[in-house]
């Protein structure tokens, strides 16, 4: 199965402001390294705020706001209802990886946004997709 990571809608508008990310329709780049994903809106479901069972096994998972939907969850912001469960949820994009790690290392645009950055991506080569976050992530914190 492909790598699939969560990306929260606030902060993915922080990175977009800062510039550290590109957004076009449903993808995103990671301008530095020039790695893109393809998006769905999803939800990250933080807790289930009733009481009652979980029983649709919900907490601590990411799920596409269309699987939701089919479900029969209701989604306004934060808040989710699926028949008498609420959830707090945090609302963002769910992205996939657009080719494989070696094809996006050998390629010619990450070959030229490396040349020209002057970031966190300037000196080790991240082995793997994971390892690329990390440091993208890492960098946003500081």
């Given at each position: 199965m492909q790598?699939?990571?969560?990306?929260?809608?606030?902060?993915?508008?922080?990175?977009?402001?800062?510039?550290?990310?590109?957004?076009?329709?449903?993808?995103?780049?990671?301008?530095?390294?020039?790695?893109?994903?393809?998006?769905?809106?999803?939800?990250?479901?933080?807790?289930?705020?009733?009481?009652?069972?979980?029983?649709?096994?919900?907490?601590?998972?990411?799920?596409?706001?269309?699987?939701?939907?089919?479900?029969?969850?209701?989604?306004?912001?934060?808040?989710?209802?699926?028949?008498?469960?609420?959830?707090?949820?945090?609302?963002?994009?769910?992205?996939?990886?657009?080719?494989?790690f070696d094809?996006?290392?050998?390629?010619?645009?990450?070959?030229?946004?490396?040349?020209?950055?002057?970031?966190?991506?300037?000196?080790?080569?991240?082995?793997?997709?994971?390892?690329?976050l990390a440091?993208?992530?890492?960098?946003?914190?500081?």
């Amino acid at each position: 199965m492909q790598n699939r990571v969560f990306f929260p809608e606030q902060a993915l508008n922080e990175w977009v402001l800062e510039g550290a990310v590109d957004l076009r329709g449903s993808e995103l780049m990671i301008l530095a390294e020039a790695r893109k994903y393809q998006l769905a809106e999803a939800v990250r479901v933080m807790r289930e705020v009733t009481g009652g069972p979980d029983t649709n096994d919900l907490v601590g998972r990411v799920k596409s706001k269309i699987f939701l939907m089919e479900l029969g969850a209701e989604l306004l912001e934060t808040s989710m209802v699926l028949g008498d469960n609420a959830y707090d949820v945090v609302p963002g994009w769910l992205g996939a990886p657009i080719g494989t790690f070696d094809e996006h290392v050998t390629s010619e645009e990450r070959k030229n946004a490396r040349a020209s950055a002057t970031n966190e991506f300037a000196g080790d080569e991240p082995r793997t997709d994971e390892d690329l976050l990390a440091r993208f992530l890492l960098e946003r914190l500081k």
